[in-house]
C-alpha cells in the first residue's frame, strides 16, 4: 500500500493552506479535493474581505490560484473521495471511492462544513443570484435592500443583526412561535428596529427574473387562519445550521453535540496523535476563510512537527 507523509481531506482554505505549509516543509503532501473542489467558498460568487485583494476576488479564481500554489511546492492533488478510515492503525489508512486505499503518518481533516437548505428547488434555482449561506460572505451585496434570514437560533439571529447594519430592512422567517436562540442575541434583534420577526412562518418559493424578487410564505401552516401570501426581497439568506463533514472520524476523535471535531485548546490537535483538525469541520463559531487558512496553516506546522519528533 502507498504510504504518505501528510495527507489532507478537503480542498477549501484550510486544506490547501495546510497543503502549502506542508509542501513548503518538503511533506510532499498529497490533497484529497472531495465532493466540491475548492470548498464551501465556491458556492459564493466574489470575495471582498480575504486580505490582499483591495478589488475583490472571484471565489472560483482564488480557490483556483491556492491550488497552484500549493502545487508549485509539491502538493499532489487527487480527485476522489474518502469513504472509509481506520485510524487505529500506524500509519492510518483511508479508503477512498475509487477503491483505493492509502496509509499516511500524519492527516489532516479539513473537509469543512455543509449548510443547511430547506430543499426548495428555488434554493437551487437562484443559487448566488439572491440566496446565501453565508450573510457575512455575501451581505455587502445587499445595501439598502431587502432581506430575510431563515432560522431563529443563534446563527439566524447573528446574520440577521449583521445585515440590518447594510440593508434597509431584514425580515427572520422563523417557522416556531419563539426564537431557540440565546436571551442576549433574542434582545439583540428584538431592540433593532431595522428587524422584524415573521414567526410560524415558513418559505414555499422564491420567484423573481434572474434573481430573487420575493418568497411566497405561509403563516400557521394546516391552522384554520393559515394565510399565504408573497414578501418582496432581494436577498434570501438560510441561516438553519450547518453540519460539519466528521462522520468518517467521530468513532476516533472528540465531537461536540453538532459533529464539530474538538481539538486541543487553539491547536488543530485531536484527540488522536498525527490527526488534525483545520477549517470549518473544527469551527461552529467563525467559519471565515481567513479563520480557516490559518488553522490549516497550524495543522501543517503541527504536522511537520509530528514526523520529525518521531522520527518520520
Ligand atoms: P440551531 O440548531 O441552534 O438553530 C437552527 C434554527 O433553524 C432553529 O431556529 C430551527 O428551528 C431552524 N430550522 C432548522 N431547520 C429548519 C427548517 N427546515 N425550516 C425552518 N427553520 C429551520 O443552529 P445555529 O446555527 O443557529 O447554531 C448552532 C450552534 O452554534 C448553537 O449551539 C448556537 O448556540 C451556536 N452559535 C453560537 C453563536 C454565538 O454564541 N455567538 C453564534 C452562532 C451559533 P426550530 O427552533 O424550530 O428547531
Not at 473521495?81 to 477503491?99: H, K
Not at 503518518?105 to 443547511?116: D, V
Not at 459533529?259 to 461552529?284: C, L, N, S
Request: overall charge negative; aromatic content about 8%.
Amino acid at each position: 500500500m502507498e504510504i504518505q507523509k501528510c495527507l489532507i481531506l478537503g480542498s477549501g482554505p484550510a486544506g490547501y493552506t495546510a497543503a502549502i505549509y506542508a509542501a513548503r516543509a518538503g511533506l510532499s503532501p498529497v490533497v484529497y479535493e472531495g465532493l466540491q473542489p475548492g470548498g464551501q467558498l465556491t458556492t459564493t460568487t466574489e470575495i471582498e474581505n480575504f486580505p490582499g485583494y483591495p478589488d475583490g476576488v472571484d471565489a472560483n479564481d482564488m480557490m483556483e490560484q491556492l491550488r497552484k500554489q500549493a502545487e508549485r511546492f509539491g502538493t499532489e492533488v487527487r480527485s476522489s473521495m474518502a469513504t472509509a478510515a481506520d485510524l487505529d492503525q500506524r500509519p492510518f489508512v483511508l479508503t477512498f471511492d475509487d477503491g483505493t486505499k492509502v496509509a499516511t503518518h500524519t492527516l489532516i481533516i479539513a473537509t469543512g462544513a455543509t449548510a443547511k437548505y430547506l430543499g426548495l428547488d428555488d434554493e437551487k434555482k437562484y443559487s448566488g443570484m439572491g440566496v446565501s449561506a453565508c450573510a457575512t460572505c455575501d451581505g455587502f451585496f445587499y445595501r439598502k435592500k431587502r432581506v430575510a434570514v431563515v432560522g431563529g437560533g443563534d446563527t439566524a439571529c447573528e446574520e440577521a443583526s449583521y445585515l440590518a447594519g447594510l440593508a434597509e430592512k431584514v425580515y427572520m422567517i422563523v417557522r416556531k412561535p419563539y426564537l431557540r436562540a440565546s436571551q442576549a442575541m433574542q434582545e439583540r434583534v428584538a431592540n433593532d428596529p431595522k428587524i422584524e420577526i415573521l414567526f410560524e412562518t415558513n418559505t414555499l418559493g422564491l420567484y423573481g427574473d434572474g434573481g430573487v424578487e420575493g418568497a411566497h410564505l405561509v403563516y400557521r401552516k394546516g391552522e384554520t387562519d393559515e394565510r399565504r401570501y408573497d414578501l418582496a426581497i432581494d436577498g434570501f439568506f438560510l441561516a438553519i445550521g450547518h453540519k460539519p463533514n466528521s462522520e468518517l472520524f467521530a468513532q476516533w476523535l472528540e465531537l461536540d453535540e453538532h459533529g464539530y471535531i474538538m481539538t486541543e485548546g487553539a491547536t488543530p490537535r485531536t484527540k488522536v496523535q498525527g490527526v488534525f483538525a483545520a477549517g470549518d469541520v473544527a469551527d461552529p463559531l467563525y467559519r471565515q476563510a481567513i479563520t480557516a487558512a490559518a488553522s490549516g496553516c497550524k495543522a501543517a506546522i503541527e504536522a511537520e512537527r509530528y514526523l520529525k519528533e518521531n522520527g518520520l
